[in-house]
């Protein structure tokens, strides 16, 4: 033999053989991931709790009148030219199959009509979450009214700024329709853009840009709150009255400070309304640009008349006390009539009325997620103040349409 294998019978014999690998244990059954909800599910009329007893012939009064904004929308122009016919003399038009409602006279909606006209258009559809939910969170909202100055002098030392120029909007649908309603905002540095400044960063830029202000307000957590709901009355130091509404925001993700203060251990969860945040605020004015910078989010204006029944919404139209509703758009077309269930605020009475999809909101995401508008004034923001309630919601969509 030679000397290698030799050498090679040696080594093998020397070396351990390895124990053949323990096989695994069986592993436990894991269940597929269940599939979303579908966020609508097809109900009947006399699923909506108080349908029987609405007022329908208010509501289509305010249907008719956003028609001028959505008859330019597809979706909406045939049931638009159906709404115009309902007290104009002339029979409604009815899909086929469906009931005739009652024929009227010119300018007057027999009994019933409106609520025919309803039925004969849309099928009603259950809103629901992707876990199957049907309830949600239903808050409220309201147009404050705020006292303000157009020059800059104490108490007026607030500043309320339009869109700034260096702000940049990318609407991302013209690249990517899949992101239809998505939109980036920032500033350019340099070549780069990158984000806009947030809240904190802004108060560094309120000095600087001074002389671009649009009003000047007396008290800065009225003018926070006046952020979170879009809009707001001013009146002005010599008597008149302007309306200030949404134009844009700096592109930060809104943040609760209610939910701040309660991390912090300021307020208990009952206690973090918007009367307990004031009363917080007035307690630790140390500490309100602390409390204030805990939301990134920045909201920008533009000066209104104070006229109409509410500040227009996202669709263009006057929002109605107690009719308009802001939903997330990605699932409630906005215009669209909408069934709410739910309570009044703090308690147990029923409110289930037909509103409007008139406006939308930073903090209103999901199907099963509204924002109802109380009106104008200290009164409908203690209402909205103390808002939080589960509800349930349906569209009502035209009857051709299947979501």
């Given amino acids: 033999m030679k000397l290698w294998n030799l050498a090679l019978l040696v080594w093998l014999a020397g070396c351990a053989v390895a124990p053949a690998p323990t096989p695994c244990p069986p592993c436990p059954a894991v269940e597929a991931p269940k599939p979303a909800v579908k966020p609508f599910q097809l109900a009947q009329w006399s699923d909506l709790p108080g349908w029987e007893n609405e007022d329908h012939a208010a509501v289509l009064e305010l249907f008719k009148g956003q028609c ?107 690249l990517y329709p899949e992101l239809k309603n998505m939109r980036l905002r920032g500033r350019l540095d340099g070549r780069r853009l990158i984000p806009y400044y947030s809240r904190a960063e802004w108060t560094a830029e309120e000095e600087r840009r001074a002389d671009q202000a649009l009003l000047w307000l007396d008290d800065p957590i009225d003018f926070f709150f006046l952020q979170i709901q879009g809009s707001g009355q001013v009146v002005l130091d010599d008597g008149s009255r302007v309306r200030i509404g949404y134009a844009d925001q700096n592109g930060h993700p809104y ?46 204006f533009r000066e209104l008349p104070a006229d109409g029944s509410g500040p227009p919404g996202a669709l263009g139209v006057p929002l109605t006390p107690e009719r308009s509703l802001a939903v997330d758009p990605r699932f409630i077309p906005l215009g669209a009539p909408v069934w709410l269930a739910t309570t009044r605020p703090n308690g147990q009475e029923t409110l289930a009325r037909l509103m409007l999809a008139q406006d939308t909101g930073g903090a209103i995401r999901g199907p099963v997620r509204a924002d109802f508008f109380w009106g104008s004034g200290p009164e409908a923001g203690a209402l909205a103040g103390r808002m939080r309630q589960k509800g349930r919601v349906w569209v009502l969509l035209p009857r051709w349409l299947e979501p």
């Fill in 255 to 300: 943040r609760s400070i209610g939910s701040w203060l309660i991390e912090q251990n300021e307020l208990k969860p009952h206690e973090a309304s918007m009367q307990g945040i004031r009363a917080w605020a007035e307690r630790n004015s140390q500490r309100l640009q602390e409390l204030l910078n805990a939301n990134p989010s920045l909201v920008f």
């Fill in 68 to 174: 001028a904004t959505l008859a330019k929308r597809p979706l909406w122009l045939s049931t638009c030219e159906s709404a115009q016919k309902v007290g104009a003399g002339g029979n409604e038009s009815v899909p086929p199959g469906a009931d005739s409602p009652p024929k009227v006279g010119a300018g007057v909606t027999a009994p019933g009509a409106a609520k025919a006209w309803f039925e004969a258009n849309f099928r009603p559809w259950q809103m629901v979450a992707p876990d199957g939910g049907r309830e949600g969170l239903i808050t409220g909202y309201y147009e404050p009214v705020v006292r303000g100055s157009r020059t800059r002098k104490p108490p007026y030392l607030t500043p309320v700024f339009g869109p700034p120029d260096d702000l940049i909007v990318v609407d991302l649908a013209s």
